[in-house]
């Protein structure tokens, strides 16, 4: 272990006596103070000059080499890469954890049966084939063979058989066995070949078995909730876990012997860093390595040379898209023309400069534009409050005296429920009043806790309209979200959305196994939503990445940055923690 | 004396009852339920799943049977289980986070006691100097100043720009390879910021309290008698005024023994050390029921114990209490 802090002394040395410099800089500013102190006492008015001076002694500037980073060198193994996440895992076991930091983690310790790849295509992972009946009802999966759990016991179809056993066991307390639950028969045909049939075709049946497989020899016939692997987990993937600190990092480290190739970067380390601020100086102090960015610390607080000399700057749209969802309860929501009348009201552009600073695009349906089951070519609101304003009296409002839309001599007058802690929904909520004032229409804001919103509104259906968020799910399965028949309590058609030909396509699109005919499906009901217009879609912002610059090997996607993190590595002469030295294994 | 603590001990009880009751009603009638708060609005989350997961923590039960339940753990000291998804006992989770709390509060408050009481002694004996006017404007900025800002210019400074100083945590990425010298100094380098930064803020308040309590003591006749005697005045300060003037420090002594093992929420989440403050607002966020419990019921304890503490030693040190 003493190699480590050799190699940091190494690379971090010249970093040392440029901080001595300052430090006597820093100690001269002190002496400086001090004698303004005694100016004071004195009650002369030297002080002012003095601390000037102590201003300008200790605002000297620092110089960083960071010239060698531009060489793209050899890829070679080792190094460690330190991530930032604002929250602490709570549980390794992926079926029992609902936050994203354990998986995150997870996702490098365990891998699924298939997974997405950069254009986000299925693959194989654990699988390296499967076949699909002829029927569409059965799939039968070929299984890797020779891949070990970490622990050295080999990985068979038996494990993918305990792992579906156990996410659907009523007694293990996961939130994710809907999609499991559909499985009618599963079968172990032998040691490396599994076979699921359904009931009746399910396109997100193949992507369901991109979940974490996890070990049968260390958990069956246990109680799953009380297991070691919660907090030290033993899986298949790139990564083996190492060491968590409570509260502080987690560390996994290379499994040299992963299936698809040994990772290039020897260690991974999570530093748990719960606030935004904090961990935005420790990145800018070269503490951590990797950081999403907000839009203003995208576009104004990381545009400089220095931070530009360390840091790539990474930008792809990210899997959401932040809409208004209105209560189609509501008499005046229910006519469509008030809701196209809302969406040329509203001016997209005017939120995605003005709030994203540009990071976003402007949203026209469920799905963003570098996924295959977008359809641009659909209906489009155009900015245009003349038009609002007729739409809106077709639909049988008429202006006042003071300007105000009333319709039976009721005002337009409705409350817009927002989230709290989340300042790009609010700051859309604000213009967006100010575009509905202008057509008459008065929006109120009500900013609540999100358990509060969720519970107290949502649930209870008593809004009349929402500014909210959903993840766009790689999987273009919509049914949740847009069937009538979800509408029960906890259920998330909550809009009370009802269209027969969308409830019709919702399902076609979710029994047909092939992608052309899917696509058929989803493209006419992204038409139909247009129409409508259930939801305003109002944008899907982009994520922003900042990672250091010695990183090299990162190939950005539709699936965003990690999808090859295996293929990342740093040469040999950038290298900054040589902690590969370290690992016993 | 041993009846009147005998008498205070009973009195805890129905006490630390009634705010064990009040503070479960309280929990429970915020909105939200444990270890189903970032599954809301989950599309693969199907309702089916919520309720099994609601029977799992028995959440299904009225509430007077939960309150039972976990008062029957309680009175055997029992924590219970977490209900973050984490599945871990109460106690351990408040264990291994107690000592950096407790360890940080302690120093923090020792640099209160240590410049805080001077100070307030030096404003009282030359009270509308320049010096006792800065010393205030500068207890009084620290103290008015919020603690999240002060802390990041501070990181900014002396991490960021002067690179003398940790911006955050407890402990370098190479700790575990130190001797021990070096671990210390590594602590303690990062201590400094928050130590210093927590004690600035309260300052305020100790000094206040020092130099009112010390001007009144002054103002005493036993003081001029004091001077009249021919006494140097370090003598009539030292001997007779302070030793008086003290006294009501001995209160804020006792009433800080629960604020020892509170830890604050912003300070610990912007210095990112993993604390007592820390764990509540999780627990909070979370909804996990058995450690907000926990968490307050030992808090509650200590308040209770830190005021008989001070009342105590309050009569101890003061006769005019004890006998009069």
Redesign the interface.
């Known amino acids: 272990m003493q190699e480590i802090k050799k190699e940091i002394m190494r690379y971090g040395g010249e970093a040392v006596l440029r901080a001595r410099g300052r430090f006597l800089c820093f100690v001269g500013a002190y002496l400086l103070e001090l004698a303004s102190i005694v100016a004071i006492l004195r009650k002369k008015r030297l002080f002012l000059l003095l601390f000037l001076c102590c201003l300008l002694l200790v605002s000297c500037g620092r110089k960083k080499d960071a010239a060698m980073y531009d060489d793209p060198g050899r890829p070679a193994y080792g190094d460690m890469i330190i991530t930032g996440s604002i929250g602490e895992p709570s549980n390794l076991i992926p079926i029992l954890a609902s936050d994203s930091s354990s998986h995150d983690i997870a996702g490098y310790v365990y891998n699924g049966l298939v997974k997405y790849d950069r254009n986000l295509n299925i693959v194989g992972s654990l699988a390296e084939a499967w076949v699909i009946s002829s029927d569409n009802l059965s799939i039968t999966f070929k299984l890797r063979k020779g891949v070990k759990w970490h622990d050295g016991q080999p990985f068979t179809a038996r494990d993918v058989m305990f792992t579906y056993r156990v996410t659907i066991d009523p007694k293990t307390p996961t939130p994710y066995s809907g999609d499991f639950k559909l499985v009618k028969k599963a079968e172990v045909l032998d040691d490396h070949t599994f076979r699921v049939t359904y009931d009746k075709p399910f396109a997100p049946a193949l992507i369901s078995w991109s979940a974490a497989i996890l070990p049968r020899h260390l958990l069956e016939g246990k109680d799953i909730t009380t297991s070691p692997l919660k907090r030290k987990p033993v899986g298949t993937g790139p990564y083996i876990f190492t060491e968590w600190v409570p509260g502080d990092r987690v560390i996994l480290t290379a499994n040299p012997d992963y299936f698809e190739g040994r990772p290039h970067i020897g260690r991974y380390m999570m530093k748990i860093i719960p606030d935004t601020a904090t961990m935005f100086l420790e990145l800018k102090n070269n503490s951590i390595d990797m950081m999403g960015l907000t839009p203003l610390q995208y576009v104004k607080q990381t545009d400089y040379p220095a931070f530009k000399r360390e840091f790539n700057r990474y930008k792809y749209l990210a899997f959401a898209y932040t809409y208004i969802g209105y209560n189609l309860k509501h008499k005046f929501f229910q006519d469509r023309r008030v809701r196209q009348a809302f969406a040329c009201a509203i001016n997209k552009k005017e939120i995605i400069d003005g709030i994203l600073l540009g990071q976003g695009i402007e949203a026209t349906g469920p799905f963003k534009p570098d996924m295959w089951a977008y359809n641009g070519n659909v209906r489009k609101f155009e900015y245009d409050p003349e038009k609002a304003i007729a739409l809106l009296k077709e639909a049988g409002f008429e202006r006042g005296p003071d300007g105000r839309m009333r319709k039976n001599g009721v005002p337009f007058e409705f409350t817009v429920l927002v989230n709290q802690g989340n300042t790009v929904r609010i700051q859309s909520a604000e213009l967006i009043q100010r575009r509905f004032s202008a057509i008459g229409v008065t929006m109120k804001i009500r900013v609540l806790e999100w358990a509060t919103l969720v519970n107290d509104f949502i649930d209870k259906r008593s809004f009349d309209a929402v500014l909210l968020g959903w993840t766009i799910p790689n999987d273009p399965d919509l049914f949740d979200i847009w069937h009538s028949s979800k509408q029960g309590p906890k259920e998330l058609n909550f809009t009370s959305y009802e269209n027969k030909e969308i409830d019709e396509l919702l399902v076609k699109a979710r029994h047909t196994m092939d992608r052309a005919g899917r696509k058929k499906y989803i493209d006419r009901m992204q038409e139909v939503l247009a129409e409508d217009q259930p939801y305003t879609f109002l944008f899907v912002p982009y994520a922003t990445v900042a990672l250091h610059r010695r990183f090299k090997g990162v190939d950005p996607g539709p699936a965003g940055i990690m999808h090859n993190f295996i293929d990342w590595y740093v040469p040999e002469n950038q290298m900054r923690y040589k902690i590969n030295a370290a690992v016993s294994r | 004396m041993l009846q009147y603590l005998a008498k205070r001990l009973v009195f805890m009880v129905p006490m630390i009852f009634g705010i064990t009751l009040v503070s479960f009603a309280v929990i429970h009638l ?3 339920e444990p ?16 309720e ?2 609601r029977a ?2 028995g959440l299904d039960k009225p509430l007077y049977v939960q309150y039972w339940t976990w008062l029957k753990r309680i009175v055997r000291l029992d924590f219970g289980t977490s209900f ?4 871990r006992p109460v106690i351990d989770k408040i264990k ?2 107690l000592p950096i709390t407790m360890l940080i509060n302690l120093l923090s408050m020792g640099l209160i006691f240590i410049f805080g009481i001077p100070i307030g002694v030096y404003c009282a004996r030359y009270k509308d100097s ?2 006792d006017k ?1 010393l205030t404007s500068f207890v009084f900025a620290g103290y008015a100043a919020p603690t ?1 800002w002060v802390a ?1 210019l501070a ?2 400074f002396f ?2 720009y ?3 100083l ?6 370098s ?2 700790f ?2 130190m001797n021990i010298f070096e671990k210390v100094g590594d602590v303690s380098k990062h201590l400094v910021l928050p130590v210093a930064i927590s004690a600035v803020g309260s300052l305020a308040g100790i000094s206040r309290y020092m130099k009112s309590s010390l001007l009144e003591v002054l103002r005493q006749e036993y003081i001029t008698t004091a001077y009249a005697k021919g006494l140097p005045e370090k003598m009539v300060i030292r001997r007779h005024a302070l030793r008086n003037a003290l006294l009501p420090v001995i209160t804020i002594l006792g009433l800080s023994v629960p604020g020892l093992i509170g830890g604050s929420v912003i300070f ?5 050390i ?2 007592m403050g ?1 764990l509540f607002y ?1 627990s909070v966020m979370a ?1 996990d029921y058995p450690t907000i419990m926990g968490i307050l019921v030992i808090g509650a304890f200590l308040t209770l114990i830190g005021n008989l503490i001070a009342d105590v030693s309050y009569a101890v040190a003061d006769p005019r209490i004890r006998i009069g």
């Open positions: 915020v909105p939200g270890g189903m708060l970032e599954a809301e609005m989950n599309p693969k989350v199907t309702r089916e799943a919520r099994r997961i799992f923590y973050a998804t984490d599945r291994e986070r320049i010096m800065s999240f990041l990181m900014i991490g960021v002067l690179e003398m940790p911006v955050s945590g407890i402990k990425y190479d575990s390879d610990e989440s912007i210095f990112s993993p604390g820390q999780f909804r």
